[in-house]
């Protein structure tokens, strides 16, 4: 597995690591009881080279890879998942595209920009009625003058409330996916951000609802060739699965933290909790868990940074992952006992906080799919 980590990696990761223990992890959990989105710190990790460092150095960006990218949210997602969400959405969903699809004007207006947190973005794909079947997508462009003018709704976009950069998915042709194309856009008449969507978790993490009525986007807004956008959405989505993968590496490690303490404190039957095998099994299968879970993300992430297939690779790490995530999160609430069911303990929001891995960049469902069409090829069709 290509697993290995550069001099850079690991400072990077260190950054990451100290950023989120000073500014991050003491405030978590006041944020999250007030549903607070801390924009002011996420723009700062943008002056650290933090929010989206495979953003070329050419375009103010600190030039790393995907890799880089995950061992920084890992990292901010052990302080805080919601926060870590602003970095999944920034360096993963919104500069990829442009990086890979952009014309060399749309890079050089938009990522100096994304690089340094002065603007922020979302991905506009999911629909109310469009989940995991994104061909299915209903928002449309119309070809009108010189450019397009934009239709239809956009449901569970995280940074919405605050995006000053917008990556939209709309169908250009007929039906299928060969009809749909991929847009960039900053705020602008006919584009209306929507409610807040309340949430289980990820309660530092905005998620709202989009709609177009009358947007007009000049033709320099396309990203790539028309017709290619769900190409593009669905590589932009491999990269995003690596990334949430990341993030439930970093939420399971928390719980495992949350658990270790507490059970080498807490005393009971003349003795730490941490001397019973009923305590010291489940956090010892949590611990090798994700070390395998961590192992599958490096790996993804490095045959994306060598240009090679990672699809499968990322399904495989999202889907484990997450699922270590939340058996992290139930370990550390049961072991805490009734301190664990308790809003004012860490454990409580962990738990929250873990079940989205499981649901969002594709179900774990979708992520077998993905791995048995891989081994299967036509015949699993």
Not at 1 to 7: K, R, V
Not at 84 to 101: F, M
Not at 240 to 261: E, K, N, P, S, Y
Not at 322 to 341: E, K
């Amino acid at each position: 597995m290509a697993t290995h980590l550069t001099d850079d990696h690991r400072a990077v990761q260190a950054l990451a690591r100290e950023f989120a223990a000073n500014e991050i992890a003491p405030h978590a959990a006041d944020w999250n009881a007030r549903t607070h989105v801390p924009v002011d710190v996420i723009r700062q990790m943008g002056d650290l080279g933090l929010l989206a460092p495979t953003i070329p150095l050419e375009y103010g960006g600190a030039g790393l890879d995907a890799t880089a990218l995950c061992l920084v949210v890992e990292e901010v997602a052990r302080a805080d998942a919601g926060t870590a969400v602003a970095i999944a959405v920034q360096g993963g969903l919104v500069a990829s595209p442009i990086i890979r699809a952009g014309t060399d004007v749309q890079k050089a207006e938009w990522l100096p920009r994304l690089a340094s947190g002065e603007v922020l973005g979302c991905y506009a794909l999911t629909e109310p009625d469009t989940g995991s079947d994104t061909a299915a997508l209903r928002t449309r462009a119309t070809a009108s003058g010189d450019g397009w003018d934009l239709s239809g709704a956009k449901q569970w976009i995280s940074n919405g409330a605050f995006a000053e950069a917008f990556i939209i998915f709309a169908r250009t042709g007929g039906e299928g996916a060969r009809g749909i194309s991929a847009f960039i856009s900053g705020p602008a008449p006919g584009l209306t951000v929507g409610r807040e969507i309340p949430k289980m978790g990820l309660h530092t993490s905005s998620t709202v609802e989009l709609s177009f009525d009358g947007l007009h986007l000049p033709a320099g807004a396309m990203l790539g060739p028309d017709g290619d956008g769900l190409r593009l959405a669905l590589a932009t989505l491999d990269g995003g699965r690596i990334t949430v993968a990341a993030q439930a590496c970093g939420i399971a490690q928390a719980a495992l933290d949350v658990a270790v303490a507490y059970a080498s404190e807490r005393h009971a039957f003349g003795g730490p909790i941490a001397r019973f095998q009923g305590v010291q099994f489940p956090i010892a299968d949590v611990a090798a868990h994700l070390a395998a879970a961590r192992l599958l993300t490096l790996h993804a992430a490095g045959l994306r940074d060598a240009g090679q297939p990672h699809g499968a690779a990322g399904a495989k790490a999202k889907l484990v992952a997450s699922s270590v995530a939340v058996r992290a999160a139930d370990v550390a609430v049961q072991t805490l006992g009734g301190y664990g069911y308790s809003a004012e303990y860490d454990a409580e929001r962990l738990y929250r906080d873990a079940k989205i891995t499981e649901i969002y960049e594709g179900t774990s469902q979708i992520q077998r799919l993905v791995i048995a069409r891989d081994l299967l090829g036509d015949a699993a069709r």
